[in-house]
């Protein structure tokens, strides 16, 4: 799904942004000052005789941690025909820019097909990209029969595998084929990760296949070397239930997690649902398999005796496309009924689930947090809201109070939960603009969290310079140090080539989950990318800087050892490439008097330490250690320490895991001491990720 500005745009006034910032005649977005565009119509196209252009020359494009960008081109002139006018191209610069594969190429692994109809060109829209460069794409191919003319591949340029095709063998069924077109694919329903899993959906046919009760589909998880299922259309659960269809959540972690919401059948099984207690939403695990997260008439925690429902039975599950991070902990907002329930002043709120378990981050009717004239939360727009790893909750809603109007009752909110911030509010001035002020949050739109915590959104304008139908809608971002920031505003006239002035009337990005709790077009390091529709009917692709100080990233959570102590680990930079900066590890309330060392892997995870103990494995095999050493303190108190030179080691461990480390790469680091009365004698930190800077 693809977002353009005026595309979401509503009728209703509905809220609108921008803290404080003096406007001056000076005031710029971001597109004209931080940015870098990638390519524009009638740019030539590298790799071939051709240059970018006819109808929609350019789709949305998906970024990954580098910077780097993937979208589909449309070629014309040269060589292009019918058969082979998109590709696939990918470079953070107009100089880097390289093609990636050609609709009319041989498919990989399936020669000699061709990546082509045997009519018109066959790759398809909406091609993925993990953090770390790796890509997924589908295409026809040339074979003439329907049931079997497409495909799905993933890998890096000119090293692709065949994932799936059409018409072969399906992965966990008795003879059952892949039925779906994998040609076209598309950003919701799909997922891939840096580790090269990948989540889709297809429709089965023949083999096992049966009409009741139905199971002629699934979602499939895993790698080239090997598919699994996820969940099939049909399968029993919960004592007797059965599936009846497959809902629309999908969303995959750094870990392989799946988030997938099912809906059960009230008439078949041993057991069936109810229409108050038919929809569900689950957490797949590797190798663990499914585990119930929420099912519609759950108790609601936080609430004295409420459930997740609706009088009329149409309660269904509510998860932002950008909600599930690689900690396994997902986030929704959800309707209930019953038990404390006042009419509608309370009955919606935010819930943050774990396989752990569930918990309310904010109710509508709580206070608004950051305001002090009496106002509530009246409402919550119900997919617009984000979590990242960190577990930085973003949304948007009203609030509702005595001095609350029309004109200022839209907000938006990040933090976590118990410390959310204002971000932004209806009525304040609109950074970047002159005079300008903000008329109204879009209802829909490009609202994202990514990994360190910014936060996008849109907004219409009204006021100071604002032209109605020229530049009256604008995208902001905020950062928890830089604070906010005008992205880009209608009307602005971008240096598209040398000497080439263009202004374009909307603008938008890819929301979706990249597999790593980020949004495909924003990655870790606040570097978006936006696709701009200019008047003349073409565009352009380009990267925009959001200003940022990034932060290392505290995750997991630390064990409790037999003393009481919780081991905290932090760091005081994030690294840089070339050892520029200092780069400290500390670990404080480490058990004194014991040895202990910190650990480090390229990955997170989530895993218990051992069965009886509180400490958890928080980061993935392979793993390397680093030097161990006493964490003096007193012993059988909770004053011991554990520090580390980052560049130090590095320095004098060139060869050691994950080395070289590039601008983007990340570490995560967890710290083991003795606790010799504990579960395996030991007991861990927390753990921190470590982001490499240039």
């Known amino acids: 799904m693809q977002i353009d500005s005026k595309?979401?745009?509503?009728?209703?006034?509905?809220?609108?942004?921008?803290?404080?910032?003096?406007?001056?005649?000076?005031?710029?977005?971001?597109?004209?000052?931080?940015?870098?565009?990638?390519a524009t119509d009638n740019d030539p196209a590298p790799g071939t005789t051709s240059v970018f252009g006819g109808s929609s020359a350019l789709d949305h494009g998906v970024i990954d941690d580098a910077g780097g960008v993937l979208f589909r081109g449309r070629l014309t002139g040269g060589s292009a025909s019918t058969l082979n006018e998109r590709g696939l191209f990918y470079?953070?610069?107009?100089?880097?820019?390289?093609?990636?594969?050609?609709?009319?190429?041989?498919?990989?692994?399936?020669?000699p097909l061709t990546l082509n109809t045997l009519t018109a060109q066959g790759l398809g829209s909406s091609p993925r990209i993990a953090r770390n460069g790796l890509m997924l794409w589908g295409s026809s191919l040339s074979t003439g029969v329907s049931t079997d003319d497409s495909a799905l591949f993933v890998g890096t340029p000119g090293n692709f595998v065949l994932l799936a095709r059409e018409g072969s063998p399906a992965a966990g069924t008795a003879g059952a084929v892949y039925s779906s077109g994998l040609n076209g694919l598309s950003h919701q329903p799909t997922g891939l990760n840096r580790n090269g899993r990948v989540l889709f959906q297809s429709s089965l046919s023949g083999g096992d296949v049966v009409a009741s009760p139905s199971n002629n589909a699934a979602w499939y998880t895993g790698s080239t070397a090997g598919l699994e299922i996820v969940q099939r259309k049909g399968d029993v659960v919960l004592g007797g239930a059965i599936i009846s269809a497959l809902g629309f959540v999908s969303q995959m972690n750094d870990s392989g997690q799946v988030l997938h919401d099912e809906t059960l059948s009230t008439t078949l099984g041993t057991s069936p649902a109810t229409a108050a207690n038919d929809k569900t939403l689950w957490i797949y695990t590797p190798g663990v398999g499914n585990t119930l997260l929420v099912r519609?008439?759950?108790?609601?925690?936080?609430t004295i005796g409420a459930t997740f429902n609706v009088s009329s039975n149409s309660w269904f599950v509510n998860v932002g496309a950008n909600c599930f991070n690689s900690s396994g902990e997902a986030l929704m907002v959800a309707s209930m009924m019953g038990g404390d329930v006042v009419g509608t002043t309370n009955d919606t709120a935010i819930f943050k689930l774990a396989a752990s378990g569930n918990t309310m981050v904010i109710r509508k009717g709580d206070p608004a947090p950051g305001l002090t004239n009496g106002e509530t939360i009246a409402l919550f727009h119900t997919t617009y809201n984000a979590l990242n790893n960190a577990g930085v909750v973003a949304f948007k809603g009203t609030v509702a109070g005595p001095l609350v109007t029309t004109s200022n009752d839209?907000?938006?909110?990040?933090?976590?939960?118990?410390?959310?911030?204002?971000?932004?509010?209806?009525?304040?001035?609109?950074?970047?603009?002159v005079g300008a002020t903000v008329a109204a949050f879009l209802a829909q739109g490009s609202f994202h969290v990514n990994e360190i915590?910014?936060?996008?959104?849109?907004?219409?304008?009204?006021?100071?310079?604002?032209?109605?139908?020229?530049?009256?809608?604008?995208?902001?971002?905020?950062?928890?140090?830089?604070?906010?920031?005008?992205?880009a505003r209608e009307g602005d006239s971008v240096e598209v080539q040398p000497g080439v002035f263009k202004s374009f009337f909307t603008y938008g990005n890819i929301q979706f989950n990249n597999g790593d709790a980020n949004p495909l077009g924003w990655n870790r390091n606040g570097l978006m990318v936006l696709r701009l529709n200019f008047n003349d009917s073409t565009s352009a692709l380009l990267t925009v800087q959001v200003p940022t100080t990034p932060n290392p990233q505290s995750y997991c959570t630390a064990g409790t050892t037999t003393n009481g102590c919780n081991a905290l680990i932090t760091a005081n930079a994030n690294p840089t490439v070339g050892h520029s900066a200092p780069c400290t590890v500390s670990v404080a309330g480490v058990e004194g008097q014991k040895t202990g060392l910190i650990f480090y892997g390229l990955t997170r995870h989530t895993g218990s330490w051992c069965s009886s103990g509180s400490s958890f494995l928080c980061v993935k095999s392979p793993t390397m250690r680093t030097p161990a050493q006493n964490t003096a303190g007193t012993a059988g108190a909770c004053d011991g320490t554990i520090t580390l030179d980052w560049n130090a080691f590095q320095l004098a461990n060139i060869g050691a895991l994950g080395q070289p480390f590039g601008a983007g790469d990340v570490v995560d680091l967890q710290a083991w001491f003795r606790d010799p009365p504990a579960c395996k004698t030991t007991n861990t930190s927390n753990a921190v990720e470590l982001t490499y800077l240039p």
């Open 7 to 38: 595309q979401w745009k509503s009728a209703v006034a509905f809220a609108a942004v921008a803290l404080c910032a003096a406007a001056s005649a000076q005031a710029q977005s971001l597109v004209l000052t931080n940015t870098n565009v990638i």
């Open 91 to 111: 470079g953070s610069t107009r100089a880097s820019l390289q093609l990636v594969v050609r609709s009319g190429d041989v498919a990989p692994g399936l020669a």
């Open 296 to 302: 519609e008439g759950d108790a609601a925690p936080g």
């Open 410 to 433: 839209e907000v938006v909110y990040a933090g976590t939960p118990g410390n959310l911030q204002l971000v932004a509010r209806e009525g304040d001035a609109a950074v970047g603009t």
């Open 453 to 487: 915590g910014q936060v996008s959104f849109q907004a219409d304008l009204t006021g100071g310079d604002t032209v109605v139908g020229v530049n009256d809608g604008a995208l902001f971002a905020w950062d928890p140090s830089t604070g906010i920031h005008l992205v």
